[in-house]
């Protein structure tokens, strides 16, 4: 089975803080892709990455950037949380037929 | 990329079957339509894809018209587990295969 892992669950931070979101996939896949899940506002694509090193904006990309340096994981980077980005984030990776494969989740809470 | 409409809610009962059907008028000619089906507290997760006419496989099937500005997902036989949100969205099937996701339509499904 394909699996997405998510380095927390659950995240409390300071506003202000600089907050880092670690995912990994294991199977070889392309891409891989961040997403925010807000009551009433469904997922929301943040950033994708197509290739090692290669990222694309998505819908909402401001307040966020991330880094990919191995195929494997997919990092996204707070560098300033604020209230505002109190969130489910969602990490996805996805091969050449596009399904996409979803991680458990990272609640994170910014206060 | 093109928007999906879909209800926002469906009420069914145990052992019918259910049919949602997804707008989406603005279809590009390099899109497939994907579902995704997702539990409270976890992400989604993929149910099936098409690009035209039906697609089976073991768990639904969805029908294309051929002028492929809708789509219906159906589902037989459902049961109370399958009481979740379904995501209609679109696929673009180069550029990573970014999708949008819509509101989704919260399915539930009484004994």
């Known amino acids: 089975d394909v699996k997405v892992t998510q380095s927390s669950r659950y995240l409390v931070k300071r506003t202000g803080e600089k907050v880092f979101l670690e995912c990994v996939q294991d199977?070889?896949?392309?891409?891989m892709f961040w997403y925010r899940q807000d009551p009433g506002l469904g997922l929301r694509l943040i950033y994708f990455?197509?290739?090692?090193?290669?990222?694309e904006k998505g819908d909402i990309p401001e307040g966020y950037s991330v880094s990919r340096e191995k195929k494997e994981r997919f990092s996204l980077i707070l560098e300033s949380a604020s209230t505002n980005q109190t969130s489910m984030y969602l990490c996805?990776?996805?091969?050449?037929?596009?399904?996409?494969?979803f991680g458990p989740g990272t609640r994170l809470t910014v206060t | 990329l093109a928007k999906t409409t879909q209800p926002i809610s469906m009420d069914s009962y145990e052992g019918q079957e259910v049919n949602i059907t997804c707008s989406h008028n603005?279809?590009?000619?390099?899109?497939?339509i994907t579902w995704y089906q997702q539990f409270p507290s976890q992400g989604p997760r993929f149910i099936i894809q098409g690009y035209k006419t039906k697609v089976t496989n073991e768990v639904a099937s969805l029908f294309i018209p051929a002028d492929r500005k809708s789509s219906t997902l159906s589902l037989p036989r459902v049961s109370l587990s399958d009481t979740a949100v379904y995501y209609c969205l679109l696929t673009y099937n180069t550029n990573a295969g970014k999708s949008t996701f819509g509101d989704g339509t919260t399915l539930t499904v009484k004994p």
């Open positions: 996805a990776s996805s091969s050449y037929n596009y399904e996409q494969y």
């Open positions: 990455s197509y290739d090692v090193k290669m990222k």
């Open positions: 199977m070889d896949h392309e891409n």
């Open positions: 603005n279809i590009a000619t390099n899109d497939y």
